[in-house]
């Protein structure tokens, strides 16, 4: 009878709330976490997730914050803890190869694109902002350069279009989790295959920004539709202006381009029944639900006055 593999014994660098998932199934599976590496969280910075550092309190884990995880007495006392895997789950700084080094069994991080496509920052945001109909997640080796190693196992998500960053977000979640669930075995018996990305095939995108969340209403109608879910609540959203005042866009959807267009930015009417405005496009027309004068409430979009013209985004 062959003798079952022993449990992981991992250092975790996590974050956000793929951090908390990632860290829970490796606990689910019976995998020994010998340490947890976190990050403070910026006081300038909507915490709208989970808490690594609770929930590895509450299980009674060690959990670090360093500044900077690549200083030698980091790189030492991880070596120290003689862990056999490393896993990075969000965890937002590059590592450095002097700590990839150290596992036998590697050092893994879960991304959230389908590799190589979308490597880098904000893999979320970015394929709503593209119009994707599809993403996923990736469990990779890790390397020097930025989500570039073998690709252990991956899992699709399908995107709809009513999907907002925050719904899509929960999904690479979960997909993320099932991963895990399937792939933690074939780590731990030594089985996980090693695939080598193609990377001229795939795509390297930087984080972003609060200015791209600036609306060119030249675009067509699908193209700000796409950039307002991306952008929207818990992230700084999708603005333009209105009398030189900023107009935050929160909700919205593109209309069909058949019939009356407008000038781009020009309200042409109203949809009463839904409380929305219909702005002209560079090709349809958009339905504005949700927006925001910058420092007051939130305004069903039908508040917007015929007529007007939202210009320039205001920075």
Known sequence: MEAEAPPLRAVVLAYHDVGCAGLEELLAHGDEVLAVITHEDDPGENVWFGSVTGLAAARGLPVFAPDDVNRPEWVERIRFLEPTILFSFYYRRMVAPAILAIPPLG???LHGSLLPRYRGRAPVNWVLAKGETETG?????MTAKPDAGDIVA??????????TAPVLFRKIVAAGRELLRDTLPLLREGKAPRIPQDLSRGSYCRGRRPEDGGIDWSRSAVEIHNLVRAVTRPYPGAFTSLGGRKLYVWKGRALSAEGPRGEPGRVIGAERGRGAALIGTGDGVYRLDVCQLDGEEDRPGAVLPTGAL???PTP
Do not use: K, M, S, W
């Not at 997640?137 to 080796?141: A, D, I, K, N, S």
């Not at 991956?154 to 999907?163: K, L, S, T, Y």
């Open 107 to 109: 050092a893994l991080n």
């Open 310 to 312: 939202l210009g320039a």
């Open 154 to 163: 991956q899992r699709r998500v399908p995107i709809e279009f009513e999907d």
């Open 137 to 141: 997640v990736t469990l990779h080796y």
